[in-house]
């Protein structure tokens, strides 16, 4: 079965530094990876997914993410946080050829010091 | 701009009362899924369709929980008798699968069940 692990509870950042939070998968086949963005008191949005091709995948408000095969992991980054960039932030994946369901992470809390 | 409806944004409810939580999933999506959102448990899948039908709700415990879509614009979950352990915000989301699973899923603002 698909699973990820998000190894970090939470992410602290000073604005304007870079910021990662790191995710592994674990599929039987190829993934499907996926982040997404949870602001408080609302659902969760897409940032960026990686389908094939190019290992680094660009996504919403300047993230992105680099896929890992050799590592399994795709992590997401952004070069230069923001304040509004503190969230919740999840990773999940999907098998290529399985079902439907996404495997999500536990979540990672960002936060922005300013 | 299409979005994931649900309602009620909030219910606070008493123990043992039956709780009606409602999705309208985005128009021409075919999948729908619902989840549920807790600090202890993080995000967990309690059910999904695809055109309308059940295809897992493994994630759901069957004494309590129901989920149905009597339509396409429609998605319920129900829980009856509701427990305090039930309170959590329960998620709906929708996606549009055409076989290749690639397409994200696209989630609504949430129910915030609080069972006293």
């Known amino acids: 079965a698909q699973s990820v692990a998000q190894p970090e509870d939470q992410v602290n950042v000073a604005e304007g530094n870079p910021l990662t939070v790191k995710c592994t998968y674990s599929?039987?086949?190829?993934?499907?990876l996926f982040w997404y963005v949870q602001y408080p008191n609302r659902g969760l949005q897409f940032l960026l997914k990686?389908?094939?091709?190019?290992?680094l995948v660009k996504g919403s408000y300047g993230f992105e993410a680099e896929f890992n095969k050799s590592q399994t992991s795709f992590h997401l980054k952004k070069p230069s946080a923001l304040v509004s960039d503190s969230a919740l932030y999840f990773c999940?994946?999907?098998?290529?050829?399985?079902?439907?369901?996404?495997?999500f992470g536990k979540g990672n809390q960002v936060v922005v010091i300013p | 701009d299409a979005r994931v409806t649900q309602t009620p944004r909030h219910k606070v409810t008493e123990m043992g009362q039956e709780v009606t939580m409602r999705c309208q999933p985005i128009?021409?999506?075919?999948?729908v899924f619902w989840y549920r959102q807790t600090m202890m448990q993080g995000l967990e899948l309690l059910a999904y369709?695809?055109?309308?039908?059940?295809?897992?709700d493994s994630g759901m415990p069957k004494d309590r929980f129901s989920a149905e879509m009597p339509d396409a614009t429609l998605a319920t979950l129900k829980i009856q008798p509701s427990e305090p352990r039930d309170s959590a915000v329960y998620f709906c989301?929708?996606?549009?699968?055409?076989?290749?699973?690639?397409?994200?899923?696209?989630f609504g603002p949430g129910t915030r069940l609080t069972v006293l």
């Open positions: 989301a929708s996606g549009l699968v055409l076989g290749t699973g690639r397409d994200e899923q696209f």
């Open positions: 599929v039987s086949g190829n993934p499907y």
């Open positions: 990686y389908i094939t091709g190019d290992n």
């Open positions: 999940a994946v999907r098998e290529t050829y399985g079902n439907n369901r996404l495997a």
């Open positions: 128009l021409g999506h075919n999948t």
């Open positions: 369709f695809r055109n309308r039908a059940p295809l897992d």
